[in-house]
Every structure is written in structure tokens, then in C-alpha cells.
């Protein structure tokens, strides 16, 4: 996968959970500016072309910014919401858990509870690592 040198990230999801499509789509739509680039991890090599392996990608959200640095988890948020004017006043707070050592722990929480959250479909990704 080539970067698109008009985005600013490319935020990696799992096209076949429902939670992830939900949320780039909901991304997508708050992003007016088109700094961010929603791409689905499944696609045949766009893993590999962004030198992301397929474990991590699974277990973190993975972010990549225009020149080519990969952030995962809690950093992919923080990068993401630098990109995106609605999500601009989450960023202290964001920044603040980071600089408080709770970001990943926090992140990692939401993340293996995300089967709380009620959207349809069943999210395939165990829990089980949390």
C-alpha cells in the first residue's frame, strides 16, 4: 500500500468486526478536513506495506502518520484526535492519561471490554488477553 501523501494517518481496523467498521466509519464522517484514511486490516498487504504485524494489529488499534512512524493503542488515539477537529478537546485529556502512565492500562481496559458496547455483530477478537 502506497501512502496517500494528501492524508496526514492511516488508521488500520478489522473490517470484519462490527465495533471497528462503526467506529472508522464514524471517523470518517467527523472528519471534514480528510486528514485521517481509514484502511481495512484485512486487505491482502497493506499489513506488510506498513510494516505492521498482524498480532499487534489485532490487539491495538495501529496508526500510521505521513512519515511512516506507527503508533498503537492509546498514541494511535492520541494521533488520531490531533487529526480530526471534533475530537481536538479530548486531546489534553488524552495527552494527560498518557503523561499520568494510565493511557495503555486505560486503553487496554476499554479494549477488552469493548463486547459491552451495543452495536450488532459479535467483535471476534477474544478477551481473554486482558
Same mark, same amino acid.
Given at each position: ?7 496526514? !494517518? ?11 467498521? #462503526?467506529? #472508522?466509519?464514524?471517523?470518517?464522517? *467527523?472528519?471534514?478536513?480528510?486528514? /485521517? ?18 498480532? #499487534? #494489529? *489485532?490487539? &491495538?488499534?495501529? %496508526? ?13 488515539? /492520541?494521533?488520531?484526535? $490531533?487529526? !480530526? ?7 489534553? /485529556?488524552?495527552? =494527560? !492519561? ?14 477488552? &471490554? $469493548?463486547? =459491552? ?7 471476534? %477478537? ?5
Amino acid at each position: 500500500m502506497a501512502y496517500n501523501g494528501g492524508m496526514h !494517518v492511516t488508521l488500520f481496523y478489522d473490517g470484519s468486526c462490527p465495533f471497528c467498521t #462503526a467506529s #472508522a466509519a464514524a471517523l470518517e464522517r *467527523m472528519d471534514w478536513l480528510r486528514r /485521517l484514511e481509514c484502511v481495512n486490516l484485512l486487505t491482502p498487504g497493506v499489513l506488510e506495506a506498513a510494516g505492521i504485524g498482524f498480532e #499487534a #494489529a *489485532m490487539t &491495538r488499534i495501529q %496508526v500510521r502518520s505521513a512519515d511512516g512512524r506507527v503508533t498503537e493503542g492509546i498514541d494511535g488515539v /492520541l494521533a488520531i484526535a $490531533r487529526q !480530526v477537529p471534533l475530537l481536538w478537546l479530548g486531546v489534553p /485529556l488524552i495527552w =494527560l !492519561v498518557i503523561r499520568l502512565g494510565w493511557g495503555q492500562r486505560l486503553y487496554d481496559w476499554i479494549a477488552a &471490554r $469493548r463486547l =459491552l458496547i451495543p452495536l450488532p455483530g459479535v467483535c471476534p %477478537v477474544q478477551k481473554a488477553k486482558y
